[in-house]
T-cell receptor, first 110, second 111 residues
């Protein structure tokens, strides 16, 4: 079983709509979580960290549910530029090794 | 501010040829450094990580090796490439809150 699992999508979203998706993690010892964004043929870029209390950054909201071991990302008022693959990431050890999900593809359409 | 460089950006190499990919980081000292590979349509696979000069930990036994000759330099090598070594190679450094920041990557095609 993979440590971090995501729905690969694609999630087809009309411009201006809201989209939300989750990822699940298997290691209950995971301490830190992140969402990264990866554009086609580019490196992943940190979108936001995920805090236990949930956090918001502009149109993006991340939530952590430790009891059910899932993380969510919600994008409001989707823009065409939000089209990308979103990677869910957990950190579980002191060496800084991260576990990456395979990504959820989001396609925002006009 | 910190920046991370990788080169070359793209590389086409024949099977059996050697490989050397370089990664350098600026604006930070003694960073934890990581090499990942991303095969087409797949997730990131951690290959090696280093917490200091000369220290390398290998995550996946394979045809590759890594070295860290200087504090801010991380090198990925192979003596003889295989077709299965094709992929997108990414170097990353670790930030203060366990997040990682990636270089632009090297896209390797083994023919």
């Amino acid at each position: 079983r993979k440590e971090v699992e995501q729905d690969p999508g694609p999630f087809n979203v009309p411009e201006g709509a809201t989209v939300a998706f989750n990822c699940t993690y298997s290691n209950s010892a995971s301490q830190s979580f992140f969402w990264y964004r990866q554009d086609c043929r580019k490196e992943p870029k940190l979108l936001m960290s995920v805090y236990s209390s949930g956090n918001e950054d502009g149109r993006f909201t991340a939530q952590l549910n430790r009891a059910s071991q899932y993380i969510s990302l919600l994008i409001r008022d989707s823009k065409l530029s939000d089209s990308a693959t979103y990677l869910c990431v957990s950190a579980t050890d002191s060496w800084g090794k991260l576990q990456f999900g395979a990504g959820t593809q989001v396609v925002v359409t006009p | 501010s910190q920046t991370i460089h990788q080169w070359p950006a793209t590389l086409v190499q024949p099977v059996g040829s050697p490989l050397s990919l370089e990664c350098t980081v600026e604006g930070t000292s003694n960073p934890n450094l990581y090499w990942y590979r991303q095969a087409a349509g797949r997730g990131l696979q951690l290959l090696f990580y280093s917490v200091g000069i000369g220290q390398i930990s290998s995550e996946v036994p394979q045809n590759l090796s890594a070295s860290r000759p200087q504090d801010r330099q991380f090198i990925l090598s192979s003596k003889k490439l295989l077709l299965s070594d094709s992929g997108f190679y990414l170097c990353a450094w670790r930030g203060l809150a366990e997040e990682q920041y990636f270089g632009p990557g090297t896209r390797l095609t083994v023919t």
